[in-house]
Structure formats: C-alpha cells, structure tokens
C-alpha cells in the first residue's frame, strides 16, 4: 500500500494574504490609540490615528476584510488588550461616552470599502478616482460620528443635537485633516496594496 506525499492546501494563498492583511491594520490601529491628544473644545473625546487606520483599512482591504480587521481590533480591547485611544481596554470602554465611536469603526471601514471598490471586486488604491475616494472617506466619517454621537447622547442621558455639538462638531477639522491625510498616503507611492 503506497501513500500519497502530496500536500494538501487547507486554506488558500488570498485566504492567507486576507487575513495577515487585517491582523497588520488590527495591530496598526491598536500600536497608535495609545497615542492621544485632548481637543481643548471636547476634552472627554480624545484625537487619535485610529479613524486614519479605518479609512486606510476600507481603501486597501475592501469592505469584508476592512471590518474584519475592525471587528479583530474591538476583540482585542473587549479581551483586555490595552488597545483603546489612552492605553485603555474592555467593556467598560465599549460602553462608555466614547464607545460609540469604536463600534462604528467596523462599519465605517466596511462602508469606506463598499463606495470605494463597489462591487467590482477590489480596484488597486492607486486607481480609485479621487472624488469616490473623498465620497467614500465622507461616507466612512458620517457612519463613525453617527455612532459615537448616538452612543455618546445615551451613555450621557443628553439629546442627539448636544451630543453632536459636543463630539462631532469640534472633530470636523481634524477629520478633515485625516481625510486629506489619507487621500495623500493613497495617492502616494507608498501604499501599494499587494
């Protein structure tokens, strides 16, 4: 009786490349929530990269794999892992002023992802045109300041319109900033998405 030496391939290469590709972006954004700033209009919101790594992660992984990398990030912080903006982690963030903004990140990625690449498949980042580009990172932004301003009027007991005053209006500059931030690194030759 002879057996057979062949390799067997469990999961394939893009599988693979999929998720390291997600993993990376988790780990990107949970290396540089530590690093915070406090916006002096809104000081119990901080300013992060964390929102930088959605719409990156929307732009090159596409909408699937962009909120799976989003829905890994939120895992590890609900597991403990000090990956929050500050350091911090667990539930207790997730349910707090601020953690509407962290449950948006997954959809805001996989939103980035759904207007830029439709639903063609994936378009290099290079090749998306930059109005879609910008059309999507303004999508991106709605859907995370949606959720933080609804998850920030509950956990604080105040209407929607208070709760957009205090944590959406004031981040509009700096969202802004990220929005050309991103446009540049995509334009840029140094993302190339493989």
């Given amino acids: 009786m002879s057996t ?6 469990l999961v394939g290469d893009e599988a693979t490349s999929n998720v390291a590709r997600a993993v990376l972006f988790a780990a990107a954004t949970s290396a540089t929530a530590p690093v915070d700033m406090v916006h002096p209009l809104a000081p119990n919101v901080p300013i992060t990269l964390q929102t930088l790594w959605v719409y990156l992660a929307g732009i090159v ?10 829905t ?3 895992l590890a912080g609900l597991i403990g892992l000090p990956v929050f903006a500050g350091g911090n982690a667990g539930l207790g963030v997730i349910l707090g002023p601020t953690g509407g903004f962290l449950i948006g990140f997954p959809l805001a990625a996989m939103s980035i992802g759904a207007v830029a690449h ?31 301003a609804v998850g920030y009027s ?10 957009v005053s205090a944590v959406v209006v004031p981040f509009l500059p700096v969202a ?15 993302l190339v998405a493989r």
């Fill in 118 to 148: 439709g639903t063609d498949g994936l378009t290099p980042p290079s090749e998306i045109p930059v109005p879609r580009l910008v059309g999507a990172l303004l999508a991106g932004t709605a859907v995370v300041y949606a959720a933080g």
């Fill in 154 to 163: 509950l956990v604080q007991a105040i209407g929607l319109v208070a709760a």
């Fill in 176 to 190: 802004g900033l990220k929005v050309a931030a991103t446009v540049a690194i995509v334009r840029s030759d140094a």
């Fill in 72 to 74: 890994l990030y939120l």
């Fill in 4 to 9: 057979s030496t062949d390799s067997v391939e």
């Fill in 61 to 70: 992984l596409g909408p699937l794999w962009a909120g799976v990398a989003f």
